[in-house]
């Protein structure tokens, strides 16, 4: 594997992206929404360093997917998300911006809620793989179209307690079993 960003680049991207959600939400009613599994360890930081009070939810929607795997439907729980949502600004947090289809599925769920405003942030954002006109508003990392792994992110759920993000080689990219 390669490493692409070192622990110390992850603190103060993190730092970054606080300040600017901070500075976003100052005076208003912050809802954060964490997109489970691969976004914890980057969510646990996030929210350490805003220095804002938030409502605080995690949607746990896809089935786990390999380099190759189309993820599963994302599943929401209305009636635990209506209270925190309706008229308030409510902010997605994800690991990796791929092709953009979880934000595509989950923004209007969340606004049919009530949401008073749905952004978005993420640490990483994979070029090349956009298939949806969405854009998130809060924004880590640009890395190349390659599978990453570690700070929370996984592959066939292995690597997520590596403390920096690395890119796995083709050799690494093993097949994920017929199910
Ligand atoms: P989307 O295509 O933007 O909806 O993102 C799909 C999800 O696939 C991401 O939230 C990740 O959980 C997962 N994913 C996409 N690329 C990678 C990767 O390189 N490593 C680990 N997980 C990935
Ligand atoms: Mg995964």
């Known amino acids: 594997m390669q490493i692409l960003i070192a622990e110390e680049q992850l603190r103060e991207t993190v730092d970054r992206l606080a300040r600017q959600i901070e500075e976003a939400y100052s005076g208003r009613s912050l809802t954060i929404i ?7 360890v980057f969510l646990a930081d996030l929210v350490r360093k805003i220095g804002l009070p938030y409502e605080l939810e995690m949607v746990s929607s896809r089935q786990p997917m390999g380099n190759s795997g189309r993820p599963g439907p994302l599943v929401i729980n209305p009636d635990v998300l209506a209270p925190i949502v309706e008229g308030r600004d409510v902010l997605v947090v994800k690991d990796i911006f791929d092709t953009g289809e979880t934000f595509w599925e989950l923004i209007p769920q969340l606004d049919d809620l009530g949401a008073a405003r749905v952004r978005s942030a993420v640490l990483l954002v994979k070029q090349g793989r956009r298939r949806t006109p969405i854009q998130p508003d809060f924004r880590g990392f640009e890395i190349p179209d390659r599978f990453v792994v570690g700070y929370g992110m996984d592959h066939l759920g292995k690597y997520r307690h590596l403390p920096y993000i ?4 083709p050799a690494e990219l093993v097949a994920e079993p017929e199910s």
Do not use: R
Request: avoid cysteine; charge should be negative; hydrophobic fraction near 65%.
């Open 34 to 40: 964490g997109l489970l599994l691969g976004s914890v």
């Open 166 to 169: 690395a890119a796995l080689e």
